[in-house]
């Protein structure tokens, strides 16, 4: 090793206590700490930072049986990732507001949940996201739902659709159906129709099954669609609809499907999610043998499948719950299975946007940039997404069909099915 001469040794400590002594020393020659050479010890959190999600939400209106199951869902979910602290330095927080189905409510309801501490928005309510889609854009909010037209996600912005699109799942059961359960090339077009109320998902999904037969008209006849506002009499539908071959019935499906076959009549009923969270209505009214054969199309998979969603959403489900009230929900139908899928995704969304921006720096902002770089691949398949410009969740969906045997839905698409996008 080279020596040091005792000159230079001097000189080595002379520049090193000058630089010391600068980094310690203010512009006023006061001492300082440098953040650099000697740290601050990071201060101990007292408290999560608290993230609120405002869920406006219908507790006392026409759809408050159905909602009430997903309100649960949300709950639990939100429990079990403070409780396993998921989201480190941060506590989820769920306030809501009972817009009771009144869209009259849905601005007083968003403002109220804002001025309450609200982050992000999320609403189950059907007609809610359409109401305030300009509105949360122009706050730049973001808002989740499990369901909205596909007109209302473009230009894309800050609503984000974690569930089913009408039209997605009107153009894909008719392609199904014409591939798989009519034989159009024998028997010619399927003459098909609807009813239901002038909620946006019945409205849609009727608008997209007249695109569909118009764009293959060997396949379907569109004989009418039919939306009228809430009432459980359907007699002038039911004569329009007599000569159907397939009947998409309203959300509510029960007194439709009973006055139906009094009637007489035998098309084969063809349903989505929206039909699916009643089964529980079906079971009281037993009308198992009147909904026997009809038609499901969903994007989850049912109670009665195993799969890494399913298999959550049921150990949430028993591990939050006694047995007969675990056995209660899902006998309701799909409510609760939005635990696994949208509620989840949600959720995740959110925590990945603290990770990267940190708790302190969690808002509305954060989870928009974070929700664009969602994905999720489950069987080999990119089965969740959203980007830069799509704001739909869901790439695929499966069938199913209601067995009066079993009172209960069994699958019946072979594989996920991709999502068709045009008619």
């Not at 037969?213 to 669609?225: C, L, M, V």
């Amino acid at each position: 090793m080279a020596k040091i001469s005792a000159g230079a040794l001097l000189i080595t400590l002379g520049t090193l206590l000058t630089i010391s002594v600068s980094l310690a020393c203010g512009t006023s020659g006061q001492p300082t700490v440098d953040p650099i050479v000697n740290p601050s010890p990071t201060p101990s959190r007292t408290e999560d930072v608290k993230f609120t999600i405002g869920n406006l939400t219908d507790k006392t209106g026409a759809s408050a049986n159905a909602i009430a199951v997903i309100n649960q869902a949300l709950d639990d979910i939100v429990e079990y990732f403070n409780e396993e602290n998921l989201i480190p330095g941060v506590h989820l927080n769920v306030i809501s507001y009972d817009g009771m189905l009144d869209p009259g409510q849905d601005v007083t309801g968003y403002e109220w949940l804002l001025a309450k501490g609200a982050d992000i928005i999320y609403t189950s309510v059907p007609t809610s996201p359409v109401t305030l889609n300009s509105r949360v854009n122009k706050d730049k909010v973001v808002l989740f739902t499990p369901s909205i037209p596909l007109r209302e996600l473009s230009p894309p912005g800050y609503v984000f659709d974690l569930g089913n699109v009408p039209e997605h799942d009107a153009f894909t059961l008719l392609k199904w159906i014409a591939a798989n359960d009519w034989d159009y090339q024998t028997n010619g077009p399927a003459r098909i129709g609807g009813a239901g109320w002038t909620d946006s998902y019945n409205v849609e999904f009727q608008n997209a099954m007249k695109k569909y037969a118009q764009a293959h008209p060997e396949q379907f006849d569109f004989i009418g669609g039919f939306a009228t506002e809430f009432g459980f009499l359907w007699k002038s539908e039911i004569e329009a609809l007599k000569d159907a071959d397939y009947v998409f019935p309203p959300s509510v499906p029960t007194s439709f499907i009973e006055q139906y076959r009094d009637a007489g009549n035998d098309a084969k009923f063809i349903c989505a999610e929206t039909q699916a969270a009643f089964t529980d209505l079906i079971d009281d009214a037993r009308l198992w043998e009147e909904i026997d054969g009809a038609l499901f199309i969903r994007a989850s998979r049912w109670w009665n499948e195993t799969g890494p969603m399913i298999d959550f959403t049921n150990r949430i489900l028993d591990e939050t719950h006694s047995a007969s009230r675990a056995q209660e929900i899902r006998n309701m139908g799909s409510g609760y299975l939005s635990l696994g899928t949208s509620l989840y995704t949600m959720l995740e969304i959110i925590r990945q946007a603290a990770e990267t921006v940190g708790p302190d720096n969690l808002n509305s902002q954060a989870i928009y940039d974070s929700a664009q770089l969602y994905s999720f691949t489950a069987d080999g398949l990119p089965l969740l997404d959203f980007t830069e410009t799509k704001r739909y969740l869901m790439n695929y969906r499966l069938v199913y069909r209601a067995d009066a045997t079993e009172e209960d839905l069994v699958p019946i698409s072979e594989n996920w099915l991709p999502v068709v996008v045009e008619p």
